[in-house]
């Protein structure tokens, strides 16, 4: 009897071996996925609307800071954001002391008014 010699093959089992437990691995893998994400309760069917309103505003700002919280209930009027506007802030600075400057103008010019009146009156009286 001759005593053969097995040369060590390059794989270390046989290919269908290996297809045979990738395949087994792949398919407990999958059915181990599945019943981890299998619901736990009850199975309720029905529809999810999503409720969309859009907000608009008359002029372009920026957000200065919100008055609503988020899911809060608002009516129509009720205010949202605060606006925040450099160019009309400093529009409106300059109005402010515009109207300081008339008024006082308008004081000045009242009290010369009375003055003449005054000393018109005294010369009407003293010619009566």
Do not use: N
């Amino acid at each position: 009897m001759s005593h053969k010699t097995i040369s060590c093959p390059e794989l270390p089992a046989p290919p269908g071996r290996i297809v045979l437990f990738a395949v087994i691995a792949l398919t407990a893998g999958i059915s181990l996925a599945r019943w981890i994400e299998r619901p736990t309760g009850p199975t309720c069917i029905g529809t999810l609307a999503a409720q969309t309103t859009y907000v608009t505003c008359e002029s372009e700002g920026a957000i200065a800071s919100f008055s609503a919280a988020e899911g809060a209930v608002v009516k129509i009027g009720d205010p949202l954001i605060v606006l925040s506007d450099s160019a009309l802030e400093k529009e409106l600075h300059i109005k402010h002391s515009e109207i300081a400057s008339l008024e006082s103008e308008f004081k000045r010019v009242q009290a010369a008014a009375k003055m003449e009146l005054d000393w018109r009156m005294r010369t009407l009286q003293t010619e009566i």
